[in-house]
Nanobody
Framework: QVQLVESGGGSVQAGGSLRLSCAASGYVLRTSYMGWFRQVPGKKREGVASIVTRDGTPYYSDSVKGRFTISRDNADNTMYLQMDSLKPEDSAMYYC?????????????????WGRGTQVTVSS
């Protein structure tokens, strides 16, 4: 089992920045992928960014590419999402997720482990 706790959400004006953190505990060394997803009530959940826990290889959705940066500190079992040039359409509940199945597509479709989420609100 892996436990995930997000922090760092909040309210910011368009063009501003926020940094989300995800503290992981439990069988973290067994995870193969970690990432961030977001969801607005009434809309489909969207994968935002992922990272290979072993080597740090990132992946970004087209909607955030060039504006968001995912990173991790394996020594601290913490993952980050630096969000710059925020837009109102980035407003959502952001969830940290992790997976230990070794398959990116399975992870991107439905991660094994979830945090409870942190709200991000971007005003115009």
């Amino acid at each position: 089992q892996v436990q995930l706790v997000e922090s760092g959400g909040g309210s910011v004006q368009a063009g501003g920045s926020l940094r989300l953190s995800c503290a992981a505990s439990g069988y973290v060394l067994r995870t193969s992928y970690m990432g961030w997803f977001r969801q607005v009530p009434g809309k489909k959940r969207e994968g935002v960014a992922s990272i290979v826990t072993r080597d740090g290889t990132p992946y970004y959705s087209d909607s955030v590419k060039g504006r968001f940066t995912i990173s991790r500190d394996n020594a601290d079992n913490t993952m980050y999402l630096q969000m710059d040039s925020l837009k109102p359409e980035d407003s959502a509940m952001y969830y940290c997720a992790a997976d230990d199945r070794g398959n990116f597509f399975a992870f991107w479709q439905e991660p094994s482990y979830w945090g409870r989420g942190t709200q991000v609100t971007v005003s115009s």
